[in-house]
């Protein structure tokens, strides 16, 4: 019969066993800047994780816009946003309802593979309006 600690079997000194598994991932917080423009149009542009830790913020920002007098559309900018779970999701689901009783638009600029990914599996992308680049300042259209 063999022990733990001879070989035959996972080594106690495996540094996959030990502590916190051997390795150490660096998560980026979730920050944003909201530029307001003369065509009406306030772009959010997000970087980092938007995830369980960093919804309530933006949730307030979203809620402030709609709220703002001379905003017609708020543009969510995912082209920085790194990560993107159900919670994030969800903020975004609820901004858009949010926008829209208050009479305005939402408009997302895809982001990367990994947050388009979010919305393709659970179809949101065909309920949302998204686009390649945010409308220049002048409020001409972005193409679709």
Sequence with gaps: MSSPRDGASP???SPLLRGR???HVEVAPLAFTTTLTSAGDALISLTG???L???APLEEEVERLAEEEGVRRVV????ELEFMDSTGLR??????????AAERELVLVRGAEAVQRVFAI???DEHLTFVDEPSPADGDEAAA
């Design 122 to 124: 659970t179809r949101m």
């Design 53 to 55: 830790s960093a919804t």
């Design 11 to 13: 080594s106690w000194r």
């Design 91 to 100: 903020m975004v689901a609820l901004a858009e309802r949010r926008l829209r």
């Design 21 to 23: 598994l051997g390795f």
């Design 49 to 51: 994780e938007l995830d």
């Design 76 to 79: 969510l900018d995912l082209r």
